[in-house]
């Protein structure tokens, strides 16, 4: 039989709003107290987060300062699933973003008995990781050395892969649109289980791809780091392992020999063509580099903003290749046999066979497959009556 997870809120008073409401309503902490019938103390306690008003009191104090109970109380999970987003560019990460995203994660907890993973030890992580040169330098340069890369050696799909395998993260590979979604990647991690749960949106080009798939693995190795610190970890780590130091001391002599702003522009270009990443990363971890290097920085003319335009044409998005040898439905999706198919074997993930155990064991219906997916049910029910 295997074990059921749950979770349980707890209610804290919102301070903030409180405080900011009794000033606003130009009462003391004593005047609320004598409209309550209650001490002077227990009013302090409550908004210095050392107790909780009775529910009488509670909706007394609701009603003295104008706030309704949604504004009043906040509600806190334990164990909270962990989000990092992957976003467009240009959006701005809301609430009800994280809390669509928690909600996945509350429903991934229940395919935690299927990991196929050892329970025993956990993988290795960064110890105090940060955007330090040196300390991203040796971070990028230990990963090349766990998956047999040398330092100028280019990183492909299959490197990345196998190394969140060894770091016991879940891929979940999707199929969100190229322009619909807020979201290019999820980073889900249950404290409660210490999983990650990985969300890849196959809908996306090559090179960015890569990009975000180092910019996961980045937060796979920094568990601890949350908000703006893990995305700027993040970002900083991909860039330094798909265009390590080696490469960017090169970079910035080999650029600087170019005599015109044209043929700069067309190197940077030429350079990450051989590495299959972005010119812009290019560029930023050459500059990052002439920093570092106390040398001066590269200044691109804005012609370079073209340049890649022109480049990303070149690249299909990673959707069009994986499933560009099989028959495609009307909306260009292949049908939920070939989905789970081609991600299976191309990303080695476990994902759909512990949605496969959990389904049958539990008689789920497609509406599970919904949420853990995030899709319309249309496309949820091919894949239940697929994987059931």
Known sequence: MTP???????????????????????LTQTAVADRLGVSKEAVSQW????????????????????????????????????????????????????????EIGRFLRQLVPFLPFDTL?????????SCDYEFLRKAAAKVREDINLGSTDTVDFNHLIRRFRELQSVVVPVLWGSKQRHENAIHIYLPDSQSTWVYLNLDTNIHDFKFWMAHELGHCLSPNLEGDEAEDFADAFAAN????????????????????????????VALADAQTIS???????????????????????NAFHGAVTNFNKKYL??????????????????????YISKVEHAFETPFFDLLRHYLKQHNKGPGFVQTVLDMPLLDARSIHTELS
């Open 4 to 26: 059921k997870y749950t979770w349980l809120m707890q209610k804290r008073l919102n301070t903030k709003n409180t405080q900011k409401a009794i000033e606003s309503a130009g």
């Open 47 to 102: 908004l210095n987060d050392k107790s909780f008003p009775r529910p009488n009191k509670l909706l007394q104090l609701g009603k003295l300062l104008n706030l309704s109970i949604h504004e009043l109380v906040i509600k806190e999970e334990p164990n909270t699933p962990k989000i990092a987003f992957r976003k467009m560019k240009g959006t701005k990460t809301k609430d009800h973003h994280i809390e669509k995203a928690q």
């Open 317 to 338: 998005n990673l959707s069009d290749a994986l499933f560009g040898d099989i028959e495609l439905d009307d909306d260009g999706k292949p049908c939920a046999r070939d």
């Open 279 to 301: 010119p812009y990363t290019v560029i930023g971890q050459i500059n990052n580099y002439a920093a570092h290097a106390l040398q001066p920085e590269i200044r691109l003319s």
């Open 121 to 129: 030890e956990m993988p290795p992580v960064f110890k105090s990781p």
């Open 241 to 268: 392992l798909l265009y390590p130091h080696e490469l960017a001391e090169k970079a910035y002599t080999s650029v600087m020999r170019q005599t015109s702003s044209a043929a700069k522009i067309a190197h940077v």
